[in-house]
């Protein structure tokens, strides 16, 4: 019997994201940012200005700041026990025992958390909005735009990095140490270690510039400056070098471009490590 992968696909998909909306942890993730954001206008942040920005501006990036730690956390320890969880408690090898294709149990994994992780921000961020033309102010649309795909750009990251951390590590511990050691990295990386290098090594601080831009956290932060701030006022002497070498439109496409393609690699490394290697 030939087994239709676009159904169970669908099938699959379906029942992951209604076992995720009927969870706790949905609806206590979902509240986190819309409390947040009513705390926020709450406290008259779109009145205040800071460095230029002022009114939904001003609550787009300290939206996007709180984001970029909240989200990789939340993706890495809520995500990468999803198969090697189901593979320790025996569930794995039931579900599989059903007519569902390797590729269609994976993949429904991969694109339902993208689903939960991802709506209930985006919601947030256009009530926001919405609130926010209700209370007179201006939208700037199309930096709404570009900070949504910012959004789900890192959430696609790190979701493909959760993913194959699950694939690949035998237990549930080993997958959440390996992603906590390796979000510690990435924030070390940000600016600390590299800082150290440059001052122990007394090195060119261009490849330091460059290899700081291969840290995806990096690459996230500059991206929401670059989208508020076109001259990066905000980094110092980092942004004269950054500019010069590439124009703003070339590094919102590169921050938009690199998460997505590096986090699909990882995605597609874990599929084939799970559809290739004994799973149960």
Do not use: C
Request: hydrophobic share 55%.
């Amino acid at each position: 019997m030939k087994i239709k992968t676009g159904n169970t696909l669908l099938q699959v998909l379906r029942t992951e994201i209604n076992l995720n909306v009927r969870s706790k942890t949905f609806w206590i993730y979902s509240a986190l940012f819309g409390v947040f954001v009513a705390v926020m206008f709450a406290t008259g942040i779109t009145e205040s200005q800071v460095v230029g920005f002022v009114g939904l501006s001003r609550l787009m990036i300290t939206f996007i700041q709180v984001s970029m730690v909240i989200l990789p956390v939340y993706v890495l320890i809520s995500t990468v026990r999803s198969v090697v969880g189901d593979r320790e408690n025996g569930v794995l090898e039931y579900l599989l025992s059903l007519p569902i294709s390797f590729p269609s149990f994976y993949w429904a994994k991969f694109l339902g958390r993208f689903f939960v992780i991802y709506v209930p921000v985006f919601l947030a961020f256009t009530g926001a909005a919405l609130w926010g033309l209700v209370k007179g102010l201006d939208v700037p649309w199309d930096l709404f735009v570009l900070y949504s795909v910012l959004l789900a750009v890192m959430v696609f990251f790190f979701l493909g990095l959760s993913m194959y951390l699950s694939s690949v590590t035998k237990s549930q511990e080993m997958a959440m140490s390996t992603a906590f050691i390796i979000w510690l990295f990435l924030v070390a990386f940000m600016d600390i270690l590299l800082i150290g290098l440059l001052l122990k090594w007394r090195i060119s601080p261009e490849p330091v510039i460059w290899t700081a831009l291969l840290n995806p956290l990096q690459v996230f932060r500059t991206g929401s400056l670059i989208l508020f701030d076109p001259k990066l006022t905000v980094m110092g002497p980092v942004s004269y070098y950054i500019l010069d070498t590439m124009s703003r439109s070339a590094f919102i496409a590169y921050a938009v471009l690199y998460p997505l393609v590096t986090g699909g690699i990882f995605a597609w490394l874990g599929h084939r490590y799970f559809k290739n290697h004994d799973v149960v």
